[in-house]
Nanobody
């Protein structure tokens, strides 16, 4: 099993920045990909960004150029730097960890990000 603990959510004005962190513990040797999904009220959970163990990244079109995902393998932690935030970025952000690029094996508890206009 892998446990994921997220931090860094909060309330910010449009145009502001936030940094999310997600620390993994447990059977981390099995983990290849880490990343973030988000879910806004009344909407489906969607991929925001993901990063493989060797640094390959992938972003949703809606966040390209504004969000940056990074990973510290020594600390088993993934980060999401969110700049130029928009009200439509408001959602619960969920960290995930998986054995490969396509699966979603483990989830964090979620952290709320609210962007006011």
């Amino acid at each position: 099993q892998v446990q994921l603990v997220e931090s860094g959510g909060g309330l910010v004005q449009a145009g502001g920045s936030l940094r999310l962190s997600c620390a993994a513990s447990g059977s981390i040797f099995s983990i290849n990909t880490m990343g973030w999904h988000r879910q806004a009220p009344g909407k489906q959970r969607e991929l925001v960004a993901r990063i493989s163990s060797d640094g390959v990244t992938n972003y949703a079109d809606s966040v390209k150029g504004r969000f940056t995902i990074s990973r510290d393998n020594a600390k088993n932690t993934v980060y999401l730097q969110m700049n130029s935030l928009k009200p439509e970025d408001t959602a619960v952000y969920y960290c995930f960890a998986s054995k490969n690029w396509f699966e979603r094996n483990y989830w964090g508890q979620g952290t709320q990000v609210t962007v006011s206009s």
